[in-house]
């Protein structure tokens, strides 16, 4: 607890150095250096991050000038960024991206654009599938499971498919068919998950043309050395993980010439989110991989929660994901 108490009062004075530099142009470039770290270690828009390790949860507060908006007006007052941009991130409004490709995304152009889904006639409309199907949580009381490796299970009713299975649900009480692929394409080996994967979505795709959109669904890992970090929603949405989609680009040399579409229909998917349900989601990500997305234009990764969260703020997360993005999807199926 006195290291990140430390760590924490050592954060503040970088802030406060780096808007002396911004205002006297000493210590040139040096903010810059450990600002990347500050925002992998905090969470951003104002929520809790909580670290789990040693069989203890340590919680505390982030400190207000080190969230995502508080950074940017400093970057810009300070003259360290250009308009709405500070470093990888983006924020329109109260949408966040965080845009770790070298493609300059014309943000408000793709917003104004209806997504382009493949196919809205008939059922099934969704596919979610789980490249990595035996990604787990920090095991609590009720959630226990054997691992097969660390935060990883074979028990499907204990790893992310679980979290599928209740997106399904959701997504089926709206009206939305629906095919959940439970199999798990990480094991026995995690190598070559998204060629399994990807052959399985080309296979479904052919059997059923009526599928408009897949996702592919995981938790994410946020961690350092020993410890694992939790994401964690504003307080008014409870004990809840919080939710990333993700958008590959293929800009690494992967074909993917309509990733565009993806993301317009990712857009429209977060900005229902923060809408509904503030602080659920985090930055949008822009990536350069592929992640098998060039297979439809309605696909993208969806990330529930971290290593650090239970499966119950996960199971939360997906819920009030589930609500806001099956509308979306429901409105585009019936414009069609």
């Known amino acids: ?22 205002d006297t142009g000493l210590f040139d470039g040096a903010f810059d250096k450990v600002k990347g770290f500050i925002q992998d270690f905090c969470s951003y ?25 508080n950074e940017i007006e400093f970057a810009l007052n300070s003259g360290e960024a250009k308009a709405n ?53 920090t095991q609590s009381e009720g959630d226990n499971y054997v691992e097969s490796d660390p935060y990883r299970t074979e028990d499907k009713s204990r790893n992310v498919i679980k979290v599928g299975d209740v997106l399904a649900e959701v997504l089926e009480e709206k009206g939305i068919g629906v095919i959940h692929d439970r199999e798990l394409y990480d094991s026995p080996s995690y190598t070559g998950s998204y060629t399994r994967s990807g052959k399985a979505v080309e296979t479904y795709l052919r059997e059923f043309p009526s599928i408009a959109v897949v996702i592919d669904l995981h938790r994410d890992a ?3 050395g020993g410890t694992a970090y939790k994401t964690k929603a504003e307080p008014a949405l409870g004990s809840c993980a919080q939710v990333m989609v993700l958008i590959g680009t293929g800009e690494n040399g992967l074909n993917h010439p309509n990733w565009q579409e993806n993301m317009k229909l990712a857009l429209r998917i ?30 993208m990764i969806v990330e529930v929660g971290s290593n650090g969260n239970t499966l119950a703020e996960a199971v939360t997360a997906i819920r009030l994901f589930g609500d806001a993005a099956g509308d979306v999807l429901k409105s585009l199926i019936e414009c069609e």
């Open 85 to 137: 941009e500070v470093d990888d991130y983006v924020f329109i409004g109260d949408l966040d991206i965080r845009n770790d490709s070298s493609i300059e995304l014309d943000i408000n152009s793709l917003i104004a654009q209806k997504p382009t889904l493949s196919s809205v006639t008939g059922e099934p409309q969704v596919l979610i599938i789980h490249t990595h199907g035996s990604e787990a949580y």
């Open 222 to 224: 946020i961690g350092s």
């Open 270 to 299: 977060q900005q229902a989110m923060e809408d509904r349900y503030p602080g659920l989601a985090r930055p949008l990500a822009v990536k350069s991989e592929r992640y098998n997305q060039h297979l439809s234009t309605g696909a």
């Open 45 to 69: 828009q104002g929520q809790e991050l909580a670290a789990l390790t040693e069989g203890e949860e340590m919680r505390f507060d982030v400190v207000p000038v080190l969230n995502l908006h």
């Open 1 to 22: 607890m006195k290291k990140l108490m430390v760590f924490l009062l050592s954060c503040i004075v970088v802030f406060h150095l780096g808007r002396l530099a911004g």
